[in-house]
């Protein structure tokens, strides 16, 4: 029985904003499965602002995608060929299948999830890797102390929407910075946050300031540029930043930061970090996020595009910021 | 007996750079001395950068320096008077006499110094604040291994001086970023340091780049803007930065930082400091630079105006970087 696969594969690297034409889908068999070998039927394909690190040659945290290779990415699927006795047909397996239909691993880098608890699109989201980086972002370098102000940028994304909470659940007042009134009203409204200041209104930078009253003690950065200087400017004396992300400049912008010398004058610990480089926080950190949304008391929000076709203009949205909480496209 | 002092105070707070007429020479009779209280003749007065932060009212890391008041400022000299049981007129003590011929005190602040081995200006440079500064920037920030590559801007100055043969002596490669030949020959020459690039020549960042073949592990920032940038762009991965100045603004410019993106793909931890706020590493520090200025292993030099009326043009020289090492005033 021979299936067919359909794969996304970087075509050409952009030059400036990346397009739907940087993509090229490629069909082809599936090879027979080696012994030790389990075949993988995705569901969900991660979409995240990383892969445009990866379609450029610039140094970036991650390694370059090789051109006329199948876009990596995070995938949820079931196992539906197994010539590995660790799994049956039938089990859920966590991956880095890349975007397309199938793929097969010799059981590396597999995750086995339970997904009767919680629901199999939030193991690529709250209780996946935006979920880790949240955690890790958070308590690693931000290290909340109740009563303390925790800004974040990108709040309505993957993983703003959990590190607010998260610091919600620390006792901290969490504001969120996102674009728009529609995100804003669901950053607070839904997932609970203090306040949200909306970056793409003129009032913003007022609106930031009066939104944190006290100053900031921690931010969680995602975006950079003028959204990352007017949080810089609210820091408090030994305020902690963790940087783990900067949106505003994935398609070559310049983004130059301003207020540098709040660095200095507020003592401020200023870490960049990539959530894969701490493997040993995914072990604590997953099974405490799986049980806050088990237990109702983290909310997640996903935007599924449907079917293989849609993932590159899907991942061209997250990049414009249309999604709300993870971006996801449903396979199958 | 009447002893007349004369004191420089904060006249006008400066509009740009700061200039000569910002500070007034005052006169005044030393009042009695209070039981308890020693009369300190001052020796030495140190000029650092910081006090042209104290000279604004923009929130900076130190309270403002009050208008009328002496100006603040580190100094050595004699205990000529003394109604403390804990000293005795001739004791030599280090303490933050301000830009004044004579202090006195209840002895809080104050640190008896032992000035046989090591010279009465070295307290006041790397053997005192600028000694602990480049200590605490170096090894609590920095945490050197050998084989790492240690860049320090300001490398002539009281601070970087010392960072950089301390790196040597931790089993760094040391290299300097200075304005001028004069000072980088210095650099190389007199203290030792690998290599030193000239921020002033317009071959800047290459030369930078030859000097630092396998990148840059630890940054020591003195001076922001450009050169920050320059050696934001040669960091490795998990790079340190100690941001303990940035001279480049203190009269207001706007230094911005375009290399943002590092602190995220080179994953940097980057922390402001100032070593005032961190007495316990004093105690650790002080010996172990003096036991290396009384080996001959760390070398000093300073920069030593004459008199106290030298000391406004003195301290605007320093904020040129027309010092090499240390920039004193001797009083007496």
């Known amino acids: 029985m021979s299936r067919r696969n359909r794969a996304w594969v970087l075509a050409i690297r952009p030059q400036g904003p990346a397009e739907v034409s940087n993509f090229r889908l490629v069909?082809?068999?599936?090879?027979?499965?080696?012994?030790?070998?389990?075949?993988?039927?995705?569901?969900?394909?991660?979409?995240?602002p990383y892969m445009r690190g990866r379609m450029a040659t610039a140094k970036s945290y991650a390694p370059s995608q090789e051109l006329g290779q199948v876009m990596v990415g995070g995938t949820l699927?079931?196992?539906i060929e197994s010539r590995n006795p660790r799994y049956q047909p039938g089990d859920i397996v966590v991956g880095r299948g890349g975007w397309q239909l199938f793929h097969a691993s010799d059981g590396s880098g597999l995750s086995k999830v339970d997904a009767r608890v919680v629901p199999e699109p939030v193991f690529l989201g709250a209780v996946g890797m935006p979920g880790v980086t949240a955690w890790y972002g958070l308590h690693r370098i931000g290290k909340p102390r109740s009563g303390e102000t925790?800004?974040?940028?990108?709040?309505s994304g993957a993983v703003g929407s959990v590190a607010g909470q998260l610091a919600k659940l620390a006792g901290c007042r969490a504001v969120g910075i996102a674009g728009g009134p529609m995100k804003c009203e669901h950053v607070v409204k839904d997932l609970g946050f203090d306040a949200c200041v909306d970056y793409k209104s003129d009032a913003f930078v007022e609106a930031l300031r009066s939104a944190t009253p006290d100053g900031i003690d921690i931010l969680f950065e995602n975006v950079g540029g003028r959204v990352f200087d007017a949080a810089l400017e609210r820091m408090n004396a030994f305020g902690r930043v963790a940087v783990c992300g900067l949106i505003a400049g994935y398609d070559g912008q310049e983004i130059p930061l301003r207020n540098v010398r709040s660095i200095l004058t507020n003592r401020l610990l200023m870490q960049g970090f990539i959530v894969s480089e701490h493997m040993e926080s995914w072990a604590e950190a997953l099974p405490e996020l799986g049980a806050l949304v088990a237990q109702g008391r983290l909310k997640h929000h996903e935007t599924i595009a449907q079917g293989l076709d849609s993932a590159p203009r899907a991942f061209l949205g997250l990049l414009r910021g249309e999604n709300l909480g993870k971006?996801?496209?449903?396979?199958?």
Chains 1, 2 share one sequence.
């Open 327 to 332: 971006q996801l496209v449903k396979l199958a």
């Open 77 to 79: 699927g079931a196992v």
């Open 150 to 155: 925790f800004v974040v940028s990108a709040a």
């Open 27 to 48: 069909e082809s068999d599936v090879p027979p499965l080696p012994e030790g070998w389990v075949l993988v039927e995705v569901h969900y394909l991660s979409l995240d």
